[in-house]
C-alpha cells in the first residue's frame, strides 16, 4: 500500500496550493480519503474526508468555505484545493485511507505547506 501525497510548498498568505495524493495498493474506490495535518508541537488534526462515491464530504470548521477535497477514482487520487490561505494553516499535509470518515489504517508520508509572507 502506498499513498504518495505531493503539491506542498511555500505560500503566501491569501495565496492557494492544490494537494494530490495518488494511492496504490488497494482497492481505492471502495475507501473513504481523508487529509490531515500536524503544526509543529501539536498533534495531528483531521482537516477534510470525502466517502468513497464522493457522495459525502466533511471539513474542520477552521477550513470550511476555503478547502475543498474530491477525488478521482479512474486515477486513484485525491485531492485537497486549498485557497485563502492563512499562516495557521501551515502544517506537515497527510493523506490518509479508511473504511469511515473515523476509522483510517493507512497513511501517507505527508507534504510540507508553509503559508508566509
Known amino acids: 500500500v502506498q499513498l504518495v501525497e505531493s503539491g506542498g510548498g511555500l505560500v503566501q498568505p491569501g495565496g492557494s496550493l492544490r494537494l494530490s495524493c495518488a494511492a496504490s495498493?488497494?482497492?481505492?474506490?471502495?475507501?473513504?480519503m481523508g487529509w490531515f495535518r500536524q503544526a509543529p508541537g501539536k498533534e495531528r488534526e483531521f482537516v477534510a474526508a470525502?466517502?468513497?462515491?464522493?457522495?459525502?464530504?466533511y471539513y474542520v470548521d477552521s477550513v470550511k468555505g476555503r478547502f475543498t477535497i474530491s477525488r478521482d477514482n479512474a486515477k486513484n487520487t485525491v485531492y485537497l484545493q486549498m485557497n485563502s490561505l492563512k499562516p495557521e494553516d501551515t502544517a506537515v499535509y497527510y493523506c490518509?485511507?479508511?473504511?469511515?470518515?473515523?476509522?483510517?489504517?493507512?497513511w501517507g508520508q505527508g507534504t510540507q505547506v508553509t503559508v508566509s509572507s
Open positions: 495498493g488497494f482497492t481505492f474506490s471502495s475507501e473513504h
Open positions: 470525502i466517502s468513497w462515491s464522493a457522495d459525502n464530504t
Open positions: 490518509a485511507a479508511g473504511a469511515t470518515a473515523s476509522t483510517w489504517y493507512y
